[in-house]
Antibody, heavy 116, light 108 residues
Framework: EVHLEESGGGLVQPGGSLRLSCAAS????????MNWVRQAPGKGLEWISY????????YYADSVKGRFTVSRDNAKNALYLQMNSLRAEDTAVYYC?????????WGQGTLVTVSS | EIVLTQFPATLSLSLGERATLSCRAS??????LAWYQQKPGQAPRLLIY???NRATGIPARFSGSGSGTDFTLTISSLKPEDFAVYYC??????????FGPGTKVDIK
């Protein structure tokens, strides 16, 4: 059974940093592209980052480009999102769905709150 | 950026009724459109991909249609578990993926 579990969220001050993790199991992680998608409280979904199976292709939404860095460790079946220079508008639940261009499996998400 | 518009914003229906949800793209996305269902406190679930293909395990009462800029998600006969928010998502100009604002289907 495919399982994705995000972790690492929490409360951080504006300008601070946080590293999110996504643990994958139940599928051949090293053959799938992965993404980060976020959802601000009470709002819709926003795609923010893509990483190919071998990490050779990476994309970001303009809203996080230059501040966030996605990476993966296929040996550990893990996906990461390093978030720097955090802003209040980055407050959201962060998901790590699997897929190239549509997302067939999602974790339950981890909440990041940026506030002083 | 391709902007997706969903309408209506809220759809109030009774059990057993047919639900028709619309999604319109600001420019053509060919058939590269997906639909997701999200219930409160849960992650989104993929229902339909590439406009009309049901995802694994999705009941036949869910169907998708359309191409270009206009798309429809139809739920043929609403069950209690179908009351949720539904989002469309385009990959027409991948990797610049965007989602629509959602349609809430609630109980009348």
């Amino acid at each position: 059974e495919v399982h994705l579990e995000e972790s690492g969220g929490g409360l951080v001050q504006p300008g601070g940093s946080l590293r999110l993790s996504c643990a994958a199991s139940g599928f051949a992680f090293d053959t799938y592209s992965m993404n980060w998608v976020r959802q601000a409280p009470g709002k819709g979904l926003e795609w923010i980052s893509y990483i190919s199976s071998s990490s050779d292709t990476i994309y970001y939404a303009d809203s996080v480009k230059g501040r966030f860095t996605v990476s993966r460790d296929n040996a550990k079946n893990a996906l990461y999102l390093q978030m720097n220079s955090l802003r209040a508008e980055d407050t959201a639940v962060y998901y790590c769905p699997r897929g190239y261009a549509f997302f067939d499996y999602w974790g339950q998400g981890t909440l990041v709150t940026v506030s002083s | 950026e391709i902007v997706l518009t969903q309408f209506p914003a809220t759809l109030s229906l009774s059990l057993g009724e047919r639900a028709t949800l619309s999604c319109r793209a600001s420019q053509s996305v060919n058939s590269y459109l997906a639909w997701y269902q999200q219930k409160p406190g849960q992650a989104p679930r993929l229902l339909i991909y590439d406009a009309s293909n049901r995802a694994t395990g999705i009941p036949a009462r869910f169907s998708g249609s359309g191409s270009g800029t206009d798309f429809t998600l139809t739920i043929s006969s609403l069950k209690p578990e179908d009351f949720a928010v539904y989002y469309c998502q385009q990959r027409g100009n991948w990797p610049h993926i965007t989602f629509g604002p959602g349609t809430k289907v609630d109980i009348k």
